[in-house]
C-alpha cells in the first residue's frame, strides 16, 4: 500500500465490513490505523487479503485519544475503541503465494477479437487452478491468475485452441550482476526502488552469485537500469540474457482471397448462365471456399473441438451444408464474402487501436542533451536519464517531461490537454513530452525517464481502460453467449421439424436452417461495442480527458448530479491575503503578522500559502516553528518559542470557546464579501484575524451552465464557511452549497445523494476529498499533467484545470451511450428482420451474409466516428 489507488480500495473494502468506526491512512509508512469495535482483527486482515494485499497487525494502539486504558495484554483484549495498527504490504507486482494465486502474464498474437477471448475463456475458465482472467485485447495478452506448479497447461490449452502464447515474464528475463550487492541491505535497497516502476513484473535475487533477475517489460530496462545505477551501483548485463522478442505476426496473403473472389464470380456466372457443365461450377466454387475460408475451416473446427460455435463454426458448417446440398455457387459466395467482411473489420479495429498508439508517436525519439564537457548532444530519449538537461529549439516537440531552468516560451500542450491555445511558460514551470515548443529556446531538467512520462502513462492508462469493461459490453458477450447456440438448435428445429411433421421439402428447409445459421451469428454486436468504447477512450484522450475504463465512459451518460470543492476547482485556488486586523494590540502589529507568517508557512494549504506570502513580501521576518501539525477542516497549530499558537477558522475559535460579538460580525461581514477568514489564537485568546481572497476561474461559470444545459444538477462541497462557499457558488451559478464540511461530510453528501437513487460525480483536487471521490460513481480529477497520483487513481482525469472538460466529458459519454445503443438495437433488428425472411422463405444465404457484414461495417464505422469528435 503505497499509493492512493490501494488507499482507495482499502477505504471501500473496510467501509463494507460492520464496527469499522476510523481508517486512518499513512501511505508513507505503509501503515493503517483501524479504529473498530471487533473481537479480532482477523476480519480486517481478511478483507485486505480478499484486495491482494498482505496485513500484518504491528501493535494495539497508544493513540492519545483513545478512551481505553492500556491493557495488560493488548492482543487479547476486547476494547471499546480498540484500534489496530496494520502494516500492509504492496504485493501486486510480486504475487506471493500468500494471496492464493500467481499471475502469470501471457502474450498472444492471434487474440485481438472477442472471438477469441471468448474461446480462451470457455476453455480457462472450467480449468482446475485457474482463479480469474484478464483479457486486453489492445495489447493482446491475457493474465492468468492460477494455481498451477506450471504455465505449461495454460499455454497447452491455448495452443489447442490454435493460438500461441507467449508467457510475458520469459520473453523479457534479464539477467544482471551487480557486484557491489551482497547483502539484504543492498536486496531491499534495490527491490525498494525497482519494485515501485512500472513494467517489473518480479525480482530475484541471488546474493551469492550477485545476481538480480528481472522479469520485466522490454521498454523498462534502460530506465531500471538507470535507477540501479542512481543508487551507487554498476549494473552489468549478463551475456546470457534469456531476452527474446516476441515474433510478429506474418502479414495475411491476400492472394488466395483475391482467386477466391474470382472462382466464387466465375462459378456464379457460369451457373446463371448456364453456360458451362456443372462439375465446373462445382469446381469453381471449390477454389473459391479453400482459397478464401481454409482459416475459417481451420478456426471453425478447433472451436467446434471445443464445444464453442463462434462465428468461425457457424460458416463453416453454413457452408459445408450448402455444398452438401448442391448450392455449389452459393457457398463460394457466402466464403468470399465472409472473408472480405473479417478482414475489413479487422483493419477497422487496427484503426481504433491505432489511434492509441498514434498519441505514441507524438514523441520525438531524440533529444539535444547538455554534455559533462559542456557539449550539447543529440541522444535517444530513452537513453536520457532523469536529471540531465534538454534543450528544445523553437518549434521542436519536447521530449521528456521536466522543470524548466532557462528560457521563456509558449507551448503548446494539445496533446495532454487537448486545449491548443499556448502556455506561456518560463522557468520553474513544467514541461511536457509530446507539447510543442513555440517561439523561444528553453532548457528544462528531466524530471521522469521517457517510458514515465505524462505522456507515457496516459496511453498506458488508456490501454489498460481497454480491459476494464463497460456494462454494455457484459451485456453483449452474455447475450451472444446465448444468442448463438439458440438460434443454432432453432434452425436444427428449422431443418427437421416441418419436413418430418408437416410433410414439408427437406431441401427447402435445410437451405432455409443453413441461413438461419448465418444469421446466428453475432459478429456485428459484438464486434462494435468494443470499437465504440476504444473510440471514445481515444477520443477523449486526445481531448486531455483520460477515462480509465469503459465503465466510467457508460457510467458518465447517467450522472445526474455533479459536486465540487472549491478550492483549486471552481477557484484559482492561489487566493491572496486581503484584510489583517490585529485583535489585542501588544506592541507592533507585525509582531503577529510574523507569527501567523511562520506557521502558515510551514503548510501547503492555499490559505496558509496566501498569508505566509503576503507577508514574506513586506519582509516581515519567518521564525523557528517547533511541533508543527495541520488540524483537518480546521487549521494548523505550532510552538514558537515557549507558546503553542494556532491558526484556523471559525469552527477553531468555537471549539476553543474563543468567541466574541465583534469577531463573529467582523468575519461574517468578510465571509459574505466570499473571503476566507483565519485567526491566529492561543488556548486562551485571538490574536489576530486574516482575510484571504480566491478568484474563481472564468471557465468554471461556462462550465456549470454548460452542465446545467446538460441537465445535470450542480453543487458545492467544501471545506470552507458556508457564507464564502454560497457568495463563490451565486458568481459562477452553483445550484446548491455545503460549507464546513469535513472530509467525511463530503463523503455523506454523496452517498446521500446515491441512496436517492441519484447517479454522483465528484470533482476535487485535495486530500479532503479523497473519500468522497471515492465513494462516487466517478472521480473527476483535475489539473492531473502535474501530479503523478491523480492519473492513476481518479477514474476520470482532467489534464488542466478547465472544468469544462467535464461537461465535455458528460457529452462524450452521452454520444458513445447513443452509439452503443444505436448499434445494439440495429444489429438486433437486422437479425429479427431476417428471420421472418428466412421463415417465410425470402431470404438467401448470401443475402444474409451480405446483411450481416453491411450490419458489422455499418456499426464499426458508426463507432469509429467517436473518434472524429
Ligand atoms: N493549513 C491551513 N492553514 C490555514 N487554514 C486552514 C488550513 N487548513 C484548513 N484551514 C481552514 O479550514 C478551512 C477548511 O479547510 P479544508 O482544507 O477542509 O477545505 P478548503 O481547502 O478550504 O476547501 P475545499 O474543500 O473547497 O478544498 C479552510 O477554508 C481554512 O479556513
Ligand atoms: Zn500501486
Redesign the pocket.
Known amino acids: 500500500m503505497d499509493c492512493l489507488t490501494e488507499e482507495r480500495l482499502i477505504r471501500q473494502k473496510l467501509k463494507a465490513l460492520n464496527g469499522i468506526s476510523s481508517l486512518d491512512f499513512d501511505l508513507s509508512n505503509r501503515t493503517l490505523l483501524v479504529g473498530h469495535t471487533l473481537s479480532s482483527e482477523t476480519p480486517i486482515i481478511e478483507a485486505i487479503k480478499s484486495l491482494h494485499m498482505q496485513a500484518e497487525p504491528l501493535e494495539r494502539s497508544k493513540h492519545p485519544t483513545s478512551c481505553c486504558a492500556p491493557k495488560p495484554n493488548p492482543v487479547a483484549a476486547v476494547s471499546c475503541c480498540g484500534g489496530s495498527t496494520i502494516k500492509t504490504a504492496h504485493t501486486h507486482t510480486t504475487p506471493s503465494a500468500s494471496q492464493g494465486g500467481q499471475l502469470s502474464i501471457f502474450k498472444i498474437e492471434q487474440m485481438d477479437c472477442p472471438t477469441e477471448e471468448g474461446l480462451i475463456r470457455n476453455k480457462l475458465e472450467g480449468m482446475a487452478g485457474v482463479q480469474s482472467l484478464e483479457f486486453n485485447l489492445l495489447k493482446r495478452t491475457l493474465g492468468v491468475r492460477h494455481l498451477l506448479p506450471s504455465e505449461e497447461p495454460i499455454k497447452k490449452a491455448i495452443l489447442s485452441l490454435g493460438m500461441k502464447a507467449e508467457p510475458v515474464n520469459d520473453t523479457t528475463r534479464t539477467r544482471i550482476r551487480i557486484m557491489q550487492m551482497d547483502c539484504p541491505t543492498e536486496e531491499k535497497l534495490i527491490r525498494d526502488k525497482l519494485s515501485r516502476m512500472e513494467g517489473i513484473l518480479g525480482l530475484d535475487f541471488n546474493l551469492i552469485q550477485r545476481v538480480l533477475t528481472v522479469h520485466h517489460d522490454p521498454e523498462v530496462l534502460t530506465p531500471m537500469l538507470d535507477n540501479i545505477r542512481g543508487l551507487g551501483f554498476t549494473p552489468e548485463l549478463e551475456a546470457d540474457t534469456a531476452q527474446q522478442t516476441a515474433s510478429l505476426p506474418a502479414a495475411k496473403k491476400w492472394w488466395p482471397l483475391a482467386l477466391g473472389g474470382m472462382s466464387a464470380l466465375g462459378a456464379e456466372l457460369l451457373h446463371f448462365t448456364q453456360a458451362a457443365p456443372e462439375w465446373l461450377v462445382a469446381a469453381l466454387a471449390l477454389v473459391a471456399v479453400l482459397g478464401s475460408g481454409l482459416s475459417t475451416y481451420k478456426k471453425g473446427w478447433i472451436a467446434l473441438r471445443n464445444r464453442n460455435l463462434n462465428i468461425n463454426a457457424l460458416m463453416s458448417i453454413a457452408v459445408t451444408g450448402a455444398i452438401l446440398i448442391g448450392q455449389w455457387p452459393e457457398a463460394a459466395m457466402v466464403m468470399v464474402l465472409f472473408a472480405i467482411a473479417e478482414l475489413i473489420e479487422a483493419k477497422s479495429i487496427d484503426r481504433a487501436r491505432n489511434a492509441i498508439e498514434g498519441l505514441m508517436q507524438l514523441t520525438p525519439d531524440q533529444a539535444t542533451v547538455l554534455q559533462a564537457d559542456g557539449h550539447w548532444v543529440e541522444k535517444a530519449v530513452n537513453n536520457v536519464r532523469v536529471g540531465d538537461r534538454i534543450r528544445v529549439k523553437p518549434g521542436e516537440r519536447v521530449g521528456l517531461d521536466g522543470i524548466i531552468e532557462q528560457g521563456s516560451s509558449s507551448v503548446n500542450q494539445a496533446p495532454i490537454t487537448g486545449e491548443s491555445l499556448p502556455v506561456e511558460k518560463a522557468p520553474g514551470d513544467m514541461l511536457f513530452a509530446g507539447t510543442i515548443n513555440q517561439e523561444g529556446a528553453l532548457e528544462f531538467r528531466v524530471t521522469a525517464p521517457a517510458s514515465q512520462s505524462t505522456l507515457a502513462r496516459i496511453i498506458h492508462a488508456v490501454e489498460e481502460a481497454q480491459g476494464n469493461k463497460a456494462p454494455t459490453q457484459r451485456f453483449v458477450d452474455q447475450f451472444s453467449r446465448i444468442y448463438t447456440p439458440g438460434v443454432f438448435l432453432f434452425a436444427l428445429a428449422v431443418a427437421v421439424l416441418p419436413p418430418l411433421v408437416m410433410g414439408g421439402e427437406w431441401f427447402t428447409w435445410i437451405y432455409r436452417a443453413l441461413v438461419l445459421l448465418v444469421v446466428a451469428c453475432p459478429c456485428a454486436l459484438v464486434i462494435s461495442t468494443p470499437v465504440t468504447i476504444v473510440s471514445g477512450l481515444a477520443a477523449a484522450a486526445r481531448k486531455g480527458i483520460l477515462i480509465k475504463g469503459g465503465l466510467y465512459l457508460e457510467t458518465g451518460s447517467k450522472l445526474t448530479h455533479l459536486a465540487?470543492?472549491?478550492?483549486?476547482?471552481?477557484t484559482h485556488g492561489r487566493p491572496e491575503q486581503t484584510d489583517y486586523f490585529p485583535v489585542e494590540m501588544q506592541g507592533s502589529p507585525d509582531v503577529y503578522a510574523s507569527v501567523a507568517a511562520s506557521?502558515?508557512n510551514r503548510?501547503?494549504?492555499?490559505?496558509?500559502k496566501a498569508?505566509a506570502n503576503a507577508s514574506l513580501r513586506k519582509g516581515i521576518s519567518i521564525q523557528e516553528v517547533d511541533h508543527f501539525e495541520?488540524?483537518?477542516?480546521?487549521?494548523?497549530r505550532g510552538q514558537i518559542g515557549s507558546h503553542i499558537y494556532l491558526?484556523?477558522?471559525?469552527?477553531?475559535v468555537e471549539e476553543r470557546k474563543l468567541v466574541s460579538d465583534w469577531l463573529k460580525s467582523k468575519t461574517q461581514e468578510l465571509e459574505r464579501q466570499g473571503k476566507?477568514?483565519?485567526m491566529l489564537m492561543d488556548e486562551s485568546r485571538v490574536f489576530a484575524l486574516f482575510a484571504v481572497a480566491d478568484t474563481v476561474k472564468p471557465s468554471s461559470r461556462e462550465a456549470i451552465s454548460a452542465l446545467q444545459t446538460l441537465g445535470i444538477k450542480t453543487l458545492?462541497?467544501?471545506?470552507?464557511?458556508p457564507h464564502?462557499?454560497q457568495t463563490i457558488a451565486s458568481q459562477v451559478g452553483i445550484d446548491q452549497v455545503r460549507g464546513?464540511?469535513?472530509?467525511d461530510d463530503?463523503l455523506s453528501a454523496v452517498k446521500e445523494l446515491q441512496q436517492k437513487g441519484y447517479v454522483v460525480g465528484m470533482v476535487?483536487?485535495?486530500i479532503?476529498?479523497a473519500p468522497a471521490l471515492a465513494q462516487a460513481d466517478i472521480g473527476l480529477a483535475m489539473g492531473a499533467a502535474g501530479t503523478d497520483t491523480a492519473i492513476e487513481t481518479a477514474d476520470v482525469a482532467l489534464m488542466d484545470d478547465d472544468l469544462r472538460k467535464a461537461a465535455d466529458f458528460i457529452r462524450l459519454s452521452r454520444q458513445a451511450a447513443t452509439v452503443l445503443k444505436q448499434n445494439i438495437s440495429f444489429a438486433i433488428g437486422i437479425k429479427a428482420i431476417f428471420l421472418i425472411f428466412t421463415l417465410t422463405g425470402h431470404a438467401t444465404m448470401w443475402m444474409a451474409v451480405f446483411a450481416d457484414m453491411g450490419v458489422s461495417l455499418l456499426v464499426v464505422f458508426n463507432g469509429l466516428r467517436l473518434l472524429r469528435q
Open positions: 465540487f470543492d472549491k478550492t483549486g476547482t471552481l506557521l502558515a503548510s501547503d494549504h492555499p490559505v496558509s498569508i495541520a488540524l483537518a477542516g480546521r487549521g494548523i491558526l484556523g477558522n471559525y469552527r477553531l476566507t477568514v483565519v458545492t462541497l467544501t471545506g470552507d464557511n464564502t462557499a464546513n464540511q469535513l472530509p463530503k476535487g483536487d485535495g479532503n476529498d
